[in-house]
């Protein structure tokens, strides 16, 4: 079954040992700021200070949104974490289904100016339904194998 859960880390530091923890190859970053966005990288900059972001890969999304206390963290997995950093559930019950996902031109407006990814990336999506309510509450990225 797969899972979703929460948890705050207090610094940067420990966000980034977080990051390591559920990293497996291959796997992508996306930094975002008020007045840029990094685009898809593979590699995290050593000096990583974005507010906000993702790393994500073929088995889960991890997603940090700096707040007063530190980052929030969510994860969007597809199996149950097996990892000793301890996220709280969300919800009981999810399902989720795969799909494709596709890129614009990289002249293409709907992209800030400068927006890069790897060319050879297969980005998909990945939908976590909540079994109760069939409701879709998260899409998340993936790389598809």
Sequence with gaps: ????????????????????????????????????????????????????????????ELRWKRSNNGYQVLLLSRNQPQTESKFNPIGKDWITSDRNAYFHDKDETKFPKGFIYPEKLALGQRYFQDVQTSSIHFVALTVKT
């Design 1 to 60: 079954m797969s899972f979703v859960g929460y948890k705050q880390v207090s610094s940067p530091a420990e966000l980034q040992k977080l990051l390591q923890d559920y990293y497996q190859q291959p796997s992508y970053y996306f930094l975002r700021w008020a007045y840029k966005v990094s685009g898809i990288l593979a590699d995290l900059p050593a000096d990583f200070s974005s507010p906000e972001g993702q790393m994500f890969n073929t088995e889960l």
